[in-house]
């Protein structure tokens, strides 16, 4: 029922692990977190809820839940001296390579957190990440206005403060839409694990070396900008922009995806492991339509979206490849109908994966797994002998 997978015993050494955190049927379209269904939980808990089920593998009473929060906001003052760092970067820098620098800074103000061996030491470290990751998130946007930099308000909620930090002006009065509030909550939880993808395995062999956790997140967060893997969900932006400005015509795009000879791919199309339905996708779809009604915005680019699906998905090539939207095809319409920028986009789904890699950080460190170290069939030059270069 669980569709475990037999390893064959040298599997340590082929990349692969076994995990607790987050089941995948790629054929079926399932995805569960601990047991539990991403649509229950999209539902039905909050993002805070969910960190805690994907670190701790249950969810959390109502006092586990109070004591999670209150140590997090104890956390959450960053060092002034990080906002030095900030200001290294030129405005034209992408967030993305910020927050993985301002994630690996954070080492330094933290030297404690290298090589955390109690369990005790490492709630410290998650904690501290959990706080300090969504400030971080909020100043690259900040830094790119050139605006305030704001700590988070710790009177409102984990993503009500996130957005405050990101939008708020001048005044304290600033409120975010309670629309935004929840639909940026299902968004996060829709993205807070997905078993060993790209980003996630890279935090998995670096926390392997025991880097500390931090340094792990910061690699996490450089493997998720590419726009093959989290990065994807600006390209979606991109493309479909791009399909506007060339008159809506989506047959061109799809020839072009479709061209060999053509370096272009459908962006929030395909998937390592799907080869159904993403269920995050189609959670988003209707997301998109119900967030957009709600906040009174007519976006053409969704309708864009939803005649590039429905050509894509008639169409042989697709269809036989088994390519269907992915998580990141609508997700960047709703973070466009909330006033967030398009090089933020990643940014977000940055936030929404953290819980994610500290669970499979944790495992790992927990489960005290040697380190990281997959093998290779070597297919170079057999030996031979040096040649002196007047004889080359
Ligand atoms: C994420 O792993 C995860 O779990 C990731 C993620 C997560 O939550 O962490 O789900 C988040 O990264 C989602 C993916 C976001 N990326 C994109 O949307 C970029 C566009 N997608 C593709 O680049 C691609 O589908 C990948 C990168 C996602 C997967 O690439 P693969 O493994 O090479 O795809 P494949 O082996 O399934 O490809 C099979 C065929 C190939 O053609 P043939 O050689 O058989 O002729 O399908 C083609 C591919 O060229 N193909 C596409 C395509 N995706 C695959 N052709 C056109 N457009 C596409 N999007």
Redesign the pocket.
């Known amino acids: 029922e669980t569709g475990a997978i037999t390893l064959d015993p040298g599997y340590k050494n082929t990349g692969s692990c076994e995990s607790a955190i987050t089941f995948l049927d790629g054929e079926e379209g399932i995805l569960r977190y601990r047991g539990y269904s991403i649509e229950e939980l999209a539902e039905k808990a909050d993002f805070l809820e969910v960190a805690y089920l994907l670190i701790f593998g249950e969810l959390p009473n109502k006092i586990q839940l109070q004591k999670f929060n209150t140590d997090i906001l104890d956390q959450s003052i960053v060092n002034e001296d990080m906002k030095t760092v900030l200001h290294g970067f030129p405005d034209s820098a992408h967030p993305m390579g910020v927050l993985s620098s301002l994630t690996s800074a954070l080492t330094a103000f933290n030297p404690k957190s290298v090589n955390v061996e109690s369990e005790e030491d490492m709630y410290k470290a998650i904690v501290k990440i959990l706080a300090k990751f969504p400030v971080l998130a909020a100043w690259t946007l900040r830094k790119k206005n050139n605006q305030t930099l704001f700590n988070k308000d710790t009177n409102i909620g984990y993503v009500e403060s996130l957005l405050k930090m990101m939008f708020q002006e001048g005044s304290k009065n600033y409120k975010p839409n309670k629309v935004v509030v929840n639909a940026l909550d299902k968004l996060l939880i829709l993205?807070a694990d997905?078993?060993q993808?790209?980003?996630?395995s890279t935090v998995r062999i670096v926390g392997s070396s025991h880097a500390g956790l931090f340094a792990s997140i910061s690699a996490g967060v450089s493997a998720l900008w590419g726009?093959?893997?989290?990065g994807?969900n600006q390209?979606v932006i991109e493309m479909l922009e791009e399909i506007k400005a060339d008159g809506g015509d989506t047959s061109k795009f799809i020839a072009k995806?479709?061209d060999?000879d053509d370096p272009f791919?459908?962006?929030?199309?395909?998937?390592?492991?799907y080869k159904n339905f993403?269920p995050r996708a189609k959670i988003i779809k209707k997301a998109a339509d119900e967030v957009l009604g709600q906040l009174g915005v007519e976006d053409p680019i969704l309708e864009i979206a939803k005649g590039l699906e429905k050509a894509a998905l008639e169409d042989q090539y697709f269809i036989d490849?088994k390519?269907y939207p992915?998580?990141?095809f609508y997700s960047g319409i709703i973070y466009r109908a909330m006033g967030i920028p398009t090089e933020m986009f990643t940014v977000m789904f940055a936030v929404g994966r953290l819980p994610g890699w500290i669970a499979q950080w944790r495992e790992m460190r927990l489960r005290k797994e040697p380190i990281g170290r997959p093998r290779q069939v070597y297919i170079g030059e057999t030996h031979r002998k040096f040649k002196e270069i007047e004889n080359r």
């Open positions: 993205h997905h078993e993808n790209c980003s996630t726009p093959l893997h989290g994807a390209a995806a479709k060999k791919r459908l962006m929030g199309f395909g998937h390592r492991v993403d490849r390519l992915n998580v990141d």
